[in-house]
């Protein structure tokens, strides 16, 4: 018998995840379920103060003082903190049962890592991560006895698919969409704009990740990122662009067999099932699946017009602080790009270049992974 109601707070909860997480919560048929204790956002006030009008957590964080006060002005019994330290204030909460880490960028490392200490599982939305600390959360997770569930569509479904037993796999396979830019040449791709890069055929996403579907470097993040959540060498993953999204991503055991998970595209699945692993219970009704009139179909990415992918990959297997540079290199890169002051050839040519000159720095310390982050966003 699974505990009644467990203790959830939700960084990012005014984000595209952290809004559809609430969204899973609300159409929960057991609402005994979860309890929201805690939520942290970055700047989107307004939003945030519905949602404590409507979930009555303990504690908020926001991103900057100013916003602090304006939260503490309009609720005065409320626990309100801001900026990086009131990220780590939420998930310091011994009491936490789970956490939502939906934010983007390496603001959610440090906070996963302390939660996870203090035994609490964590809903991992954020690559950056395992992609940038993969062996020192993972560690911090087992020490404390503690879970990383992925909320990745495709990582979620590498978890339903395999069971859990993966010590009997041969490979995982992770299917992309291709993106936008799927049947666009290279040429095309550089001159391609921010709108265009945004126009996402199948998911509606933050406007980070969408630009690095884009570039297939989400699809890069993903793979080194199930590298560390399955304890899989990179030469038992897969890539397979699958423009249909049905396919969320399958594994193929030992033995031959391969499973799949399959199901319309849709968010609230992969949250739900990481909130109430490894329960199912009843939520958000999404149009029942039928595969009559469907069509399935795979490619081998082209790593010469989506270099991006390749370069993940080979910064996954020399490891070290290498994924570091290539995330941090490619994330400044990616607001400049938002911004309109770089294009997509600059993304691809600035993180190759930070990557050539990096040396890596073998089994770092979180402070190593720290400073190495700082430089690369300093220099660029």
């Known amino acids: 018998m699974h505990k009644t109601t467990k203790n959830l707070a ?26 929201v204790v805690s939520l942290a956002c970055g700047n989107n006030i307004e939003l945030l103060i519905q949602q404590i009008k409507k979930f009555n957590p303990k504690k908020v964080s926001v991103g900057c003082e100013k916003g602090a006060k304006e939260i503490k002005s309009i609720f005065p019994k409320l626990e309100v903190f801001f900026g990086d330290d009131g990220l780590i204030e939420i998930a310091n909460d011994t009491t936490l049962d789970i956490m939502l880490t939906g934010t983007s960028g390496y603001a959610g490392l440090k906070p996963t890592i302390c939660a996870l200490q203090n035994g609490a599982d964590i809903a991992l939305a954020n690559k950056e991560t ?23 569509s495709e990582h979620s479904a590498i978890l339903q698919s395999s069971g859990g037993k993966f010590d009997d796999l041969n490979k995982i396979i992770i299917t992309a969409s291709g993106g936008p830019f799927l049947n666009k040449t290279k040429e095309e791709i550089f001159k391609a704009t921010c709108a265009d890069a945004l126009k996402h055929p199948r998911w509606n996403m933050g406007k980070k990740i969408t630009i690095d579907s884009a570039t297939l470097m989400n699809k890069g993040l993903e793979v080194i990122e199930a590298h560390h959540l399955f304890n899989l060498p990179y030469e038992k993953i897969e890539v397979a662009i699958h423009p249909e999204s049905l396919v969320h991503s399958a594994v193929e055991f030992k033995d031959g067999s391969i499973v799949a998970q399959i199901g319309v595209p849709s968010m609230h699945i992969p949250i739900q099932y990481a909130l109430c692993y490894p329960h199912r219970e009843t939520g958000i ?33 020399t490891g070290g602080t290498m994924p570091v540079v290539l995330n941090a290199a490619n994330e400044v890169c990616v607001y400049k790009f938002l911004k309109g002051e770089i294009g997509i050839k600059d993304i691809i040519n600035t993180v190759e270049k930070e990557l050539s000159h990096h040396t890596s720095v073998k089994n770092p310390t979180i402070d190593e992974i720290f400073a190495v982050d700082k430089e690369i966003r300093a220099k660029l």
């Open 130 to 152: 395992l992609v940038m600390a993969g062996d020192i959360v993972t560690k911090a997770a087992k020490e404390a006895n503690a879970k990383i569930l992925p909320v990745d």
């Open 10 to 35: 939700i960084l990012g909860s005014t984000g595209s995840i952290g809004t559809q997480t609430l969204e899973v919560l609300e159409a929960l048929e057991n609402k005994e379920l979860f309890n």
């Open 285 to 317: 009704k999404t149009n029942s699946f039928s595969f009559i009139g469907k069509k399935l179909t795979f490619d081998t990415p082209d790593f010469e017009k989506f270099p991006c992918l390749k370069m993940a990959y080979e910064a996954g297997k």
